[in-house]
């Protein structure tokens, strides 16, 4: 198994800056792609940014220029670093991961979810 656990989400001001830290342990024989996304309760979640393992990346339209993610290969953990941020960034963040165990099984896994909340 694989676990995800989330860290860094809190309550900000409009243009304030917050760090989301995810950090994956278990069976871990590469993780390939991970990836943040959030959800307003009721809503479908929806992505945020992903990142390959080598290093590409890809934003959704509404955090680009504001939101940068990264991630440290050998930690196993990715970031999101959100400036800028906006009374409309609230919601709740997950991160993803998928990639291969040591078992060489697929794996496909989410965090337990971290709150953003920004005031205006």
């Known amino acids: 198994q694989v676990q995800l656990v989330e860290s860094g989400g809190g309550l900000v001001q409009a243009g304030g800056s917050l760090r989301l830290s995810c950090a994956a342990s278990?069976?871990?024989?590469?993780?390939?792609?991970m990836e943040w996304s959030r959800q307003t309760p009721g809503k479908q979640r929806d992505l945020v940014a992903s990142i390959s393992s080598g290093g590409s990346t890809n934003y959704a339209d509404s955090v680009k220029g504001r939101f940068t993610i990264s991630r440290d290969n050998a930690k196993n953990t990715v970031y999101l670093q959100m400036d800028s941020l906006k009374p409309e960034d609230t919601n709740v963040y997950y991160c993803?991961?998928?990639?291969?165990?040591?078992?060489?099984?697929?794996?496909?896994?989410w965090g337990q979810g971290t709150q953003v909340t920004v005031s205006s």
């Open positions: 278990g069976s871990i024989l590469r993780i390939n792609a």
């Open positions: 993803y991961a998928r990639g291969i165990t040591r078992a060489h099984t697929e794996f496909h896994s």
